[in-house]
């Protein structure tokens, strides 16, 4: 499985920008796809994430009601929506992916990964 993130970028507060997690190879729908960040001098951590099967879906408490995570299975697409940026939402944004339906929040879960995009958010 490859995956490709895109749709990083510079903005300033308030803004909005939807980040893309393409999946290729073998796919399946009992798997489940988190998004986390990274941003300099801290962990890497859970930002949101979704079950393939079902569609059920996870926030960390910080993102929710401001971003929306949904996934496209024709297309093998995970989004992630992100609405109200912060300056602290500043980090690089990872896609990654596992076997089996459940949204875990600690990257040791997943085994696979996109390259990061990064987000910046001026204030």
């Known amino acids: 499985v490859q995956l490709q993130a895109f749709g990083g970028g510079l903005v300033q507060a308030g803004d909005s920008l939807r980040l893309s997690c393409v999946a290729s190879?073998?796919?399946?729908?009992?798997?489940?796809t988190g998004w986390f960040r990274q941003a300099p001098g801290k962990e890497r951590e859970f930002v949101a994430g979704i079950r393939w099967s079902g569609g059920n879906q996870y926030y960390e408490d910080s993102v929710k009601g401001r971003f929306t995570i949904s996934k496209n299975s024709a297309k093998n697409t995970v989004y992630l929506q992100m609405n109200s940026l912060k300056p602290e939402d500043t980090a690089v944004y990872y896609c990654?992916?596992?076997?089996?339906?459940?949204?875990?929040?600690?990257?040791?879960?997943?085994?696979?990964w996109g390259t990061g995009t990064l987000v910046t958010v001026s204030s």
């Open positions: 190879g073998r796919t399946s729908n009992d798997a489940a």
């Open positions: 990654a992916l596992r076997w089996g339906s459940t949204v875990h929040r600690t990257a040791e879960w997943y085994s696979y």
